[in-house]
């Protein structure tokens, strides 16, 4: 199973918008509607920020949204604060009772 | 309130291995399957594989297929991930974190696993 496919990084000024990709194939990302995406701070365990693609667990702002087409998963982090800055890493259910994971994009908030 | 703590870290020679525990509060241990997942040093995360505590059925990750056994404990709450024919590869930090909403809600905090000669 190979990692899903996320750049490596991404920047945005605050209060702007910043989108992050997470590409997969149609066994894993696009064959089910099991995205979750994870906020992790140097040195800190990964926080879970949005689950079944596009829902937010609670206590999550609503500044992160999640979507999909296709293979594609993004992350839209919108109002962008200086504590958004943080790696970001998409995971996915890929069949069999199996679980896949991007690579990762680091965020800076300019 | 949830949470998972971890086993300290551990300093491995090649070929060794490693088990690493993480217990459970806050919620009802067997209703929840487990997920371990590895970070190597600066790089992404990594899934290992999987347990349902309650029954004890587990999946695993082909590539660590033959090397990794998931286990639990349920009168202490409590899961165990252990590697065997350890590398230097496999010097990573190993997490566990709750299965839920087909994702993983909640994490410990991380145990590091270092090998080295």
């Known amino acids: 199973q190979s990692a899903l496919t996320q750049p490596p990084s991404a920047s945005g000024s605050p209060g702007q918008s910043v989108t992050i990709s997470c590409t997969g194939t149609?066994?894993?990302?696009?064959?089910?509607?099991?995205v979750s995406w994870y906020q992790q701070h140097p040195g800190k365990a990964p926080k879970f920020m949005i689950y079944e693609v596009s829902k937010r667990p609670s206590g999550v702002p609503e500044r992160f949204s999640g979507s999909k087409s296709g293979n594609t998963a993004s992350l839209t982090v919108s109002g962008l604060q200086a504590d958004d800055e943080a790696d970001y890493y998409c995971g996915s259910y890929a069949g069999s009772n199996n679980w896949v994971f991007g690579g990762g994009t680091k965020l800076t908030v300019l | 309130q949830v949470q998972l703590v971890q086993s300290g870290a551990e300093v491995k020679k090649p070929g060794a291995s490693v088990k690493v525990s993480c217990k459970a509060s806050g919620y009802t241990f067997t209703v929840y399957r487990m997920h371990w997942v590895r970070q190597g040093p600066g790089q992404g995360l990594e899934w290992v594989g999987r347990i349902n505590p309650n029954t004890g059925d587990t999946d695993y990750a082909q590539k660590f297929q033959g090397r990794v056994t998931l286990t639990r404990d349920t009168s202490i709450s409590t899961a165990y991930m252990e590697l065997t024919g350890l590398t230097s590869d496999d010097t990573a930090v190993y997490f566990c974190a709750r299965d839920n909403l087909w994702g993983s809600d909640y994490w410990g905090q991380g145990t590091l696993v270092t090998v080295s000669s």
């Open positions: 149609s066994s894993d990302v696009g064959g089910y509607n099991f």
